[in-house]
Nanobody, 115 residues
Framework: QVQLVESGGGLVQAGGSLRLSCAASGSIFSPNVMGWYRQAPGKSRELVATISGGGSTNYADSVKGRFTISRDNAKKTVSLQMNSLKPEDTAVYYC?????????WGQGTQVTVSS
């Protein structure tokens, strides 16, 4: 069974930075895609960024140029560096691991950006 554990959320002022990390454990098959999603109160969960095992990335338009996703395949981790944070980035951020037939989620970590 795959488990994902996120860390690094918190409270930050607008314009500040945070780094989220996610560690995966268990039997993980390749190829796979790891990513970050977020859900703000009253809104649907939305994609923030994804990264393939080969390093191909995809970002939501709202975070392009501000957020950077990276992964360490050997350590089974994925990180999200978030710069120039805005109040609208406030949400619970979830780590995701996907490969055909399976999708796993972490428990989520709260990111709050004050104005």
């Amino acid at each position: 069974q795959v488990q994902l554990v996120e860390s690094g959320g918190g409270l930050v002022q607008a314009g500040g930075s945070l780094r989220l990390s996610c560690a995966a454990s268990g039997s993980i098959f390749s190829p796979n895609v790891m990513g970050w999603y977020r859900q703000a109160p009253g809104k649907s969960r939305e994609l923030v960024a994804t990264i393939s095992g080969g390093g191909s990335t995809n970002y939501a338009d709202s975070v392009k140029g501000r957020f950077t996703i990276s992964r360490d395949n050997a350590k089974k981790t994925v990180s999200l560096q978030m710069n120039s944070l805005k109040p609208e980035d406030t949400a619970v951020y979830y780590c995701n691991l996907f490969y055909p037939g399976s999708s796993y989620w972490g428990q989520g970590t709260q990111v709050t950006v004050s104005s």
